[in-house]
């Protein structure tokens, strides 16, 4: 795979570009996808944005986010956009698999393929990009693409709000390890551009519904187990009680974040039984890698400490494999927490 420096070269003259993120986008596969999408058109390109599935109601404030091609429901128009396109850019996720049912359509794509992501082991499927664990977000990986393109000046409040959204969130609002001096300059940039992040803030944290609350409370209360003895916490939930909420695309983001506030807990992981398939997230504090545990146990992976897996056998045996997981990590997950305190 050859450095996005090297991309330069064909980016020099007008190119039809698609670009995507992974399914079930959050706000820094979308922000990434948008930013690079503003920044692109700007430099004489034709872009369209495609996602595999709906964008959650949270981010469709973001600029041009009413233009973004949803595969699950115009199928041939996207497949339209992918046999025009001479480049495809694949952001915040290295692994066709990622995009679920596009994924087919992705791997047989003839032109030039690009990554722009930040997770580990990338596929080798790709020409030209980077692959960086060490970024906070694949938005601060954009952000750095286009300086690295001498093109800063081209940042104007588009760019800024969708970059911004993707590293605020994936840093957890600039709380995890992750955040470093440079995303600190990263947004001081933004914000000397003229980028308010509070509106930003606001459009993704406090934008949700009642019935989203009403189900973080009966989670929370109801459903929310804590293993003292492992320092770790499962919040799992069937297909009925999701629905029983009315929960749309991206109404159980965070939840998983929560039981994480709890003293001496460094582990969680959510549970959420949905029609084809069991998902999984995971969250840590300090040395536990939850990257590993994904992989190892439920054909996963992500971050040391944010991560995510599948299951497809029932919620039920799902919980037990994961009790067997947690058996198997227990000294791991001690000893982390000794380091930790």
Known sequence: MKTLAELAPLLSTP????????????????????GLFHYLNLL???CRVISPN????FLLWMPESYSVLIYEENKQSVEAVLNESTILFSLDY????RTQSLSDSLN?????KVLIDHHLFPDAAFDYGASLPSKSSTCEMVYDFINAN??????????????????????????????TAGVHSLVADLMGKGLQAAPVHQSIFDTFKENRLRFLGYVLSEKM?????????LIPVTKDELNRFQLKTGDTEGIVNYPLSIQDIIFSTFISERDNEIRMSFRSKGHFNVNEFARTFF??????????????????????LYRKAITQTENQLKQCYKELV
């Open 15 to 34: 190119q039809k570009i698609a670009i995507t993120h992974h399914f079930n986008p959050d706000a820094d596969a979308l922000g990434a996808s948008l």
């Open 44 to 46: 004489g390109h034709s």
């Open 54 to 57: 709906t964008i959650p109601d």
């Open 94 to 97: 290295n692994q066709y698999s």
């Open 108 to 112: 047989s794509f003839k032109g030039t």
């Open 150 to 179: 001498n093109g800063n000046g081209l940042i104007n409040l588009d760019i800024a709000r969708c970059l911004y959204a993707g590293v605020m969130t994936d840093t957890g609002s600039f709380k995890f390890p992750c955040t």
């Open 225 to 233: 187990i804590i293993d003292q003895e492992t320092h770790s916490a």
């Open 299 to 320: 054909n996963g992976g992500g971050h040391v400490n944010a991560a995510g897996g599948r299951s497809r056998v029932s919620l039920s045996d799902t919980i037990e």
